[in-house]
């Protein structure tokens, strides 16, 4: 069975960094496209980053939230079935749940359980 586990949140100070991680077990977590969303208090879930699979023509191509450009890195590690989102000065508007998600050939996704991510100021 597909699952998703996430892990690597925490509080920060403004201005440092995090590395969250996402574990796929059940699958092999290139031959789809996968995620990060977030979502903070009182606010709707937000897309993040997100990178495409290895069967794609842009195979690994990635995309970015305009809010994190230039800070955030999202990348994939097939040997461990892992991906990744390297967060570096971080604010305390990134203050969120973080979730990684995936989406299969037929449409169904699947959502890790999240994890916390708190920058104070």
């Known amino acids: 069975q597909l699952q998703l586990v996430e892990s690597g949140g925490g509080l920060v100070q403004s201005g440092g960094s995090l590395r969250l991680s996402c574990a796929a077990s059940?699958?092999?977590?290139?031959?789809?496209?996968i995620g990060w969303f977030r979502q903070a208090p009182g606010k709707e879930r937000e897309g993040v980053s997100c990178?495409?699979?290895?069967?794609?023509?842009?195979?690994?191509?990635?995309n970015y939230a305009d809010s994190v450009k230039g800070r955030f890195t999202i990348s994939r590690d097939n040997a461990k079935n892992t991906v990744y989102l390297q967060m570096n000065s971080l604010k305390p508007e990134d203050t969120a749940v973080y979730y990684c998600?995936?989406?299969?050939?037929?449409?169904?996704?699947?959502w890790g359980q999240g994890t916390q991510v708190t920058v104070s100021s």
């Open positions: 998600v995936t989406t299969t050939l037929r449409g169904q996704n699947y």
């Open positions: 990178i495409s699979s290895s069967g794609r023509s842009s195979g690994g191509s990635t």
């Open positions: 059940g699958y092999t977590l290139d031959v789809y496209d």
